[in-house]
Each structure stands twice: as C-alpha cells, then as structure tokens.
C-alpha cells in the first residue's frame, strides 16, 4: 500500500481494536450474502477539545472521545445501517446482520478484496501534531489576552465570551467495491462574541465572530490572527448600538464579499443536492443546462481547497473530493452527489457523500461553496445603487428546497442612499425564491473571497462544517423584512 | 466488551478515581441509548437504521481558596482502565481552568423521591420494527391517498429510542431513570400548476400505544401541503399575525432563551433584571413543569440530582421567575429551580423540561373569525431573533385573512417585530394546546407585526 493518508488511520483501528483486512473482508462478506449493490463500514475514532472563557475567567475546560463504526447495506433505493460504539470484531457481525435485512433476496456471495481507492496526490490539511494535543495553558492563556485585548479597545465592551475548539478525528472506509480509504481531520474553531452597552447603559447590543479550519491550533495563537478578529467583533457590537431598524419591502441589495456566499448554500446549493433530485423534490430538479442564474454568474462546490473548513481529501464514502461547477454563466451544470444518488441518477459521484458522524447515514452535502469573480469594482457596484441596503455580515440561513424559498439574517448592514454607504440597520431578514434569486443578480464584484471558516450546515439532523465564498454582488428587487413598514 | 460493566459501577468508579487524584468534588453520568428509525417514501423503505450507544461523562472540581476549577471528559469507550484514564485526564483539566467561587455541585436538596413519571413502557422493548415500518406506509398511504395533487413526499418516518440515564455525585446522590421517545413524522409534497409545496405533521410519544393514527398523521401532512398550493406574496404592510399552534412553540423558545438564568446573569436578555414586571399581556401565563405525566420534558431529577418542579414563569403577563441550575442559580443570588439539563458529554445547563402557554378559550377559527385582515402563520424559518434585544425577523408562510376569512396562502414574506413588543400585544391565546416536545404553545394573536413582501 502506497496511500500514506490512509496507512496511519489503518494501522491505527488495526492496532487499536484489533482489526484486520481479513476481518473487514468478513464483514463485507456477511453482508453481501444478500442481494445489495453496495456494502460499506466507516470506523471513526474523534477526540474533540474546548475550552470557554467568560467574566474574564476560563470556567470550563471539555474533553470528548468518540469511537465507533456504522455498517451499511444499499439494495436498490433501499439502504440498511446499523451502528454501535463498540469496535469489536462481534459487533461487526452483528451490525453486518442487522443492516443487510433491509435486502429480501439471497445474493450471490462473491469475495471482496478491500484496496486502496484512488488515493488523491495531495494531503490538504497536513499537521505536525494535532490541534488536540497542543497544552490546554497555551489556550488558556490566548482567551485571557483576547479578554484583555477586546475590552481595551472599546470602554463600552461590557462581556466577552470566547472558546477554542479543537478536533481531531480519524476515520477509515472499506467497501464492497475495493474502497479502502483513511484519513485524520483536524478542525480548529476560535469564537468570540462581545457585548457592549453605551454610556447611558439604555441599549445593549451583541455580536458574534470567529475564524477556523482544517489546520495547527498554533495559527489562532498568532495575535496577527486573532487581534483583527477580536477588533472586528468589538466593531460590530459598537455599530450596532447605533443601529436604526431596518426598513421593509422590496429593494435592491448589495452583499458584501465571503460570508454572504451562505445566499449560494440556502438559494441554490441544498436544490442541488442529489438526493432532493433524483426524489424530485427540489424546485431545481431535472432542470440541469437551463439558465437559473444571470449571465457571468459562475458557482462551483470544491472540497479540494487546502486547509479549508469545508474541505475533505476523501468524503464519508472513500470517494476522493474534487471542484464541481453547479452553475456555469448562469446554466445550471451538475447536482452534489453520494454514491447511492449517483448510481440511481447514472451519474458520477462528486465527493459530496458527508455525514455527521459514525453514527449517522452518508448524504450528498456541500464543501465549500462559492461564486467566481466578476469584473465589477465593489465601489462601482454599490454606487450603482440608487436606494437599497449593503449587507455585509450573516448570522444564518435556512431554505425549503421544495418551495425554493429561503431566507438569511443579516448582523451586519447598512443603508444605501444615492450610491452612499450610509446608517447601519439591525434586524434585516433577506428573504426569496432560489430558481429566481441568481436570475436578479446585475453585478458581480472582482473581489471574491472566502469566509473565515466557521459555516457548519444542518440538514436532517445531521451537522457537517462547510464554506462559503462570493465575490461582492448587486441583486435586484429583493424583499428586505425590517420592522419598518 | 461482551458483558459490559454496570452503569452504577462505572459511575461509582469515575467518581472515586476523580477524589483519590484530589478532586474536591466530582459527579458522572452515564447515558445508555438504543434505537432505531426507519424511513419510508411511498411503498418504498428508504432506510432502516438501528443504534447503540454508551456514554459517559466525568466532571471534576478541584479545590482552592478562591473557588473550584471545573473540567469535564467523556468518552464512549467503557472499560475500566479507560475510565481511570478519563478521570486522570478530567482532574488535571480541572486544574488548568480557573477557581470560580459559583462553581461546584448543589449543596443539598438532591432528589429523593423518584416518582414514576410515565415516560417508559416496558412492554414497547418487544419493539416490532415491522410493525412500526408499517405504520410509516400507512401514513405515507394515506397522504398521498387523500388528493391527486399529493404526488410525491420527502417520506414518512418512524423512530423508536430507549434511554436510560444514571447519574451520581460525591455529594452522595445516585439516582437512574429509564424513558422512550416514539415518533411518526410524515412529509407529503403537492404539486399544481408546476409548483411544489411540502408540509409536514408528526405525533411523539412516550408510548407506541400513545401516538396517533398513522393514516390521521399522513391527511393531517397533506391537508397542510394542499393548503400551500398557489401561494403569493402580499404587499408590505403592518396586520395582526397569528400563530398556529407548531409555529407558537418557537416563540415560547425565544421566551425560553431570554429566562434562562444563564443569559440573565451575562445580561445577554433583555428580561434581565425584571421580575415581577409587566412584560406581555395579562392572557401571557408560562409553566414549567418537569414532572408532567408522560412529558416529553418530564424527568425526575435533573442534571444534577436535583428533584424536577412546577416552575412559574410568567402569570397574566407579569414575570415571575427564571429558569435555573446551580451555576446560574448562584450567580444571580437565587436556588436551582431544577432546570439543569445535560447529557453525558456536556456539563449542565439551563433547558426547559416541559414549557408550555396556558390555555384560553377560543378555537383557532374563532380567533381567525375574529381578525379582520391579516396573517395566520404556519411555518418559520431562519434564526432572526436577538435575546440581547429582543429584535425579531424570520421567514414566514402562510394563510391570509381578510374579513376573518381565509383567503389565500402566503409565502416568501418576513414577519418583524421587537420580541418585548409582541409579548406585550399578545391580545388572543387559542384553547388548542399540542404537545409535540417539550415546549408546547396553544395559537397566539399578535395585536401587530409588519409583513413584508412585494
């Protein structure tokens, strides 16, 4: 075996629990005793640590083992699975067993022989040593200076609150089709929310900021790092306190570049998500090279990027990540596909088969979505704006994939008035149509940039870190809810 | 691990391990799940999926003249010797955090009687899979059985989850409880004129003989997608918005999020500092009640032994209480209210156990009939709401009312406000209080919001 990536998670669940390719094979092997198509196991051994500060004090510290393996069966559209926190040997049987009753027939029992898949050329998160293993006095001591820092910045810092979270998982995939895959994921998350009160101590406002990845912890310890993040917050929470409220109705919105991308993930990106299509659920189904979008407007889903939240070299199904155009010039390309919505729709599987964890089923979910520059100047784009609102900074979003309508909260914004930034407003709810949203997109900014890598995206109960990206746009005619009237 | 180590013996290990390193205190809890959910899309089962899982979490404090040090471990391997290792791990994290006077575990009051609270039948461990499997095919039956325009459906689940919880302490408490979760969820799609809309409805139950009739389920879910098809816009404009009962329970939520006695001793609330002030209306009463029989939020002790109670909050709109564990407790001067909520992997919390609005007297068709123009709201969703603030801005769809008739259904509108307010001008509670969790809200009127759209 030649794939280094995936020799370290392999000898470590070998070692560790007493595994071997002939114990896997076995387990493939009782499954495949029915008639299935498709057969997997996914071991994972996570380590997760944080540590919170808040009243200037590190109250907590949290440390977390989670170990386990998820057998599944697919037979058709069916699929069985069975998992357990125990990695032993039985449990495999056991789990091999339970899963493969959701297939009726007997099978013809053939031998699998797991291999290494098509190992990618490259490691997009390597590490020297795991961000779980780095002294918990090191984060102890960032968090204090981040409590020092944000509150001499600003008198009207009242509370700061800050964590650094810290993963390492390990995970390793065999299937019945020979894929034999590793791989070990750090995850790093530095947060920091601040709330401040003006003089008067009548208005009190918060505001939220953080930054992370698939990276050494050692790179949020660097003050060149953190201190513009920390400043950031304290700005925000500050400019909110004199933030009017927000009008409402329809109007003409530019967004900001990076974080705003999350209008790609909720307007478009879930409607292209293989499972909703091939079931037909999504307004975006069978619509592949019709316009949905306007011309120049290029989105791609890339879960290649190194040391990107949103990134994987290989997904939960062993299939190696890859840069999928979703929309191209505004015609709509490609769906995010499993292995199991890509067989049943006879297309090719994109790397997008992601799943919380060993003890949740594999779907198809987004990496790291975004949009590709433009050619506009992000000044022209909001001069171009007679009367409308600048939005900046988003807390969340959600989208019905059915209806297509979706909506997105804004926490940072502001009035556009005679192509002028002007008064920062709170309380801005986007809200639109995904098959028409991109359609009303008129510029595209030459200024495309990631967020700072905290998204994670929800989805049947199940959480995966994601990332977004866009350019600055101007969209127009979209409806703005405020209490404003 | 073929025979794995009793609960009790695992916990009583932890904690003696934690006090032998010089821990001042320690307390575990170790939660054992098993499960299985199953979901169906017209005759079709989509997926069967069967779980198991142990977990246990360790929290050591470690002592010192200015306070405690607080750390806490878990982990899903059970073995003796990995447990020590985690207890070992958990007292020198303890020690690298700093002494907090509030922190510790309750000085007393810990539960003694544990009332048998109805959240588990034995006789639902014979689970039948199939049996249950059929139920989602009769739901999934039903929905689509009901109209032409049901086509499609994201599916039909079912899920049935066992629990047992045991928790103890070196203060002396050693307590265990068992409960089950049963659930049917089903989700139609309709389809007209080229435009799809889906809705859902669901029944969860402490008992599989509790939930409702699969086929109701399954023409509940259709009837609420029908209902959506040829929706539009309305112009902006500032109505009455009423909430239906599925929607009201999130405001229930918001109000949950600014009585927790965590967000009112950061001042991170907007009802911090406030009891006994007016702040809804007189027809705003809120309980909380952690020992309701068969509750969804029923237990009989809380995350950290302490016996669950009725809780005041809020009585004809005056704020009476906050919702407490010892931590917050001790922070803003008051005791638990028995509202500590945690699971094995993370320390305690305020949650609520079963949080609901009492009652009025109208059905919602009078409270409709009543309203001369405005929004009956059926679904939310985004997250903008402000607990700091109480600002207030979501995506909503549903019906609209004109001459207190329905007219027509509504979509792709924000419904806005300012939390406070809303309490305030909270002017009609609907008699149809539906517990589907554990936060429960009858329909509510809001006297005014704006809603904006074209």
Avoid at chain 1, 154 to 175: G, T
Avoid at chain 1, 271 to 288: Q, V
Avoid at chain 2, 21 to 27: E, F, K, R, S, T
Avoid at chain 2, 353 to 372: C, K
Wanted: aromatic share 6%.
């Amino acid at each position: 075996m030649n794939d280094t990536l995936t020799a370290v998670p392999a000898s470590f669940f070998c070692d560790r629990f007493g595994l071997d390719d002939g114990c896997l094979t076995a387990t493939l092997g009782t499954a495949l005793e029915r008639r299935v198509d498709h057969a997997d196991l996914f071991f994972e051994y996570t380590t997760e640590d944080s540590v919170a500060l808040e009243e200037g004090m590190v109250k907590t510290g949290d440390r977390r083992l989670s170990q386990g393996v998820g057998v599944r069966v697919q037979a058709g559209e069916r699929q069985g699975y069975a998992h357990s926190d125990e990695i032993t040997v039985e449990s495999l049987q056991v789990a091999a067993n339970t899963a493969r009753a959701i297939s009726e027939g007997p099978g013809p029992g053939h031998a699998v022989a797991v291999h290494s898949a098509l190992a990618p050329a490259r490691n997009l998160y390597p590490v020297t040593r795991p961000p779980t293993d780095v002294p918990v006095d090191q984060k102890v001591a960032l968090l204090g200076e981040i409590d020092a820092y944000a509150r001499s910045l600003d008198p009207r810092v009242k509370q700061v609150m800050a964590s650094v979270v810290a993963q390492h998982r390990l995970v390793l995939i065999a299937a019945s089709d020979g894929t034999f895959a590793g791989d070990v994921r750090p995850l790093v998350r530095l947060n920091v929310q601040v709330i401040a009160a003006n003089a008067a101590g009548s208005r009190r406002e918060s505001a939220y900021q953080g930054m992370g990845g698939r990276f050494e912890l050692e790179r949020v310890l660097d003050p060149k790092a953190w201190r513009p993040l920390v400043a950031e917050t304290v700005r925000l929470a500050c400019l909110n306190l004199d933030a009017i409220s927000c009008p409402a109705g329809t109007m003409d919105v530019v967004l900001g570049p990076g974080w705003p991308g999350i209008l790609l993930h909720e307007a478009v990106g879930h409607g292209l998500e293989g499972d909703f299509n091939r079931k037909k659920t999504s307004t975006f189904a069978d619509r592949i090279g019709q316009r949905v979008a306007a011309p120049g407007v290029t989105v791609v889903d890339d879960g290649t990027i190194p040391t990107r939240r949103g990134s994987l070299n290989f997904d939960d199904e062993g299939t190696p990540t890859q840069r999928t155009v979703l929309i191209e010039d505004g015609i709509l390309r490609g769906y995010l596909q499993d292995r199991l919505n890509a067989r049943l729709m006879g297309m090719a599987a994109t790397g997008n088969g992601r799943r919380e964890s060993y003890a949740h089923l594999p779907m198809p979910r987004m990496t790291n979505t975004f949009m590709l520059a433009g050619t506009d100047p992000p000044e022209d784009i909001v001069r171009s704006v007679q009367r409308g609102l600048y939005a900046v900074s988003f807390s969340g979003g959600q989208v019905d994939i059915t209806s297509g309508k979706f909506v997105f909260s804004a926490n940072e914004a502001y009035l556009i008035e005679d192509g002028q930034i002007g008064r920062p407003v709170k309380g801005a709810t986007l809200i639109g149509n995904g098959p028409d949203a991109l359609l009303r997109v008129s510029r595209v900014g030459n200024n495309l940039e990631l967020d700072r890598g905290v998204g994670t995206c929800g989805k049947d109960g199940q959480s995966v870190p994601v990332g977004v990206g866009m350019p600055t746009i101007r969209l127009d005619a979209l409806t703005v809810g405020g209490t404003e009237a | 691990m073929k025979n794995p180590p009793d609960a009790a013996a695992v916990v009583a290990h932890a904690l003696s391990h934690a006090r032998k390193l010089g821990a001042a205190a320690a307390d575990a809890m170790l939660v054992e799940s098993d499960g299985v959910e199953a979901r169906v899309r017209d005759r079709e089962i989509d997926f069967v999926s069967q779980a198991r899982e142990r977990t246990l979490g360790i929290r050591a404090f470690v002592g010192d003249a200015k306070g405690l040090r607080t750390a806490l471990t878990s982990t899903s391997d059970l073995a003796l010797a990995a447990v020590t290792r985690m207890a070992e791990e958990t007292v020198a994290l303890a020690r690298a955090t700093a002494a907090d006077p509030a922190a510790g575990l309750p000085e007393g009051g810990f539960a003694s009687d544990l009332p048998d609270l109805e959240l588990f039948d034995p006789a639902d461990r014979a689970l039948e899979v199939e049996a249950r499997i059929e139920s989602a095919r009769c739901a999934e039956a039903a929905a689509r059985a009901l109209d032409p325009r049901i086509t499609n459906s994201e599916g039909s689940q079912v899920s049935s989850h066992f629990h047992r919880v045991v928790y103890g302490s070196s203060a002396g408490f050693l307590g265990e409880y068992e409960s089950a979760s049963h659930a049917l969820f089903c989700e139609p799609i309709a389809r007209e004129n080229g435009a799809m809309q889906r809705d859902y409805w669901m029944t969860l139950h402490r008992r599989i003989g509790g939930l409702e009739d699969p086929a109701a389920v399954g023409r509940q879910a259709a009837a609420r997608a029908l209902r959506r098809l040829g929706a539009r816009r309305v112009s902006t404009c500032e109505v009455p918005v009423i909430f239906d009962p599925l929607t009201a329970r999130s405001l229930l939520s918001h109000l949950f999020a600014c009585v927790s006695g965590y967000a009112v001793y950061r001042e991170t609330s907007f009802l911090a500092g406030r009891i006994d002030e007016a702040i809804a209306s007189e027809h705003v009463t809120v309980v909380d009640d952690g020992r309701r029989p068969g509750g969804l939020g029923s237990r009989p002790f809380d995350g950290e032994g302490q016996p669950t109670r009725r809780n005041l909050v809020v009585e004809r709109g005056r704020l009476r209480g906050y919702l407490l564990d010892t931590y917050s407790g001790r922070k803003l001067g008051l005791a638990s209210t028995g509202n500590a909520s945690r699971g094995a992997a993370s320390g305690p919390s305020v949650g609520p156990t079963n949080l609901s609005l009492e009652p009025g007297t109208q059905s919602l068709s009078e409270i409709v009939a009543t309203t001369p123009r405005g929004l009956l709201v059926t679904e939310l969703i985004g997250q903008g709401f402000n607990p700091v603030t109480g600002d207030y801005s979501r995506g909503a769809a549903g019906l609209w009312i004109e001459g207190g008739e329905i007219t027509h259904p509504v979509e792709e509108v924000t419904i806005a406000g300012n939390f406070g307010e809303m309490l305030r001008a909270l002017d009609k509670v609907g008699s149809d209080l539906l517990w589907l969790g554990s936060i429960a809200s009858p329909s509510v009127r809001i006297a005014g919001m704006t809603v904006a759209g074209s």
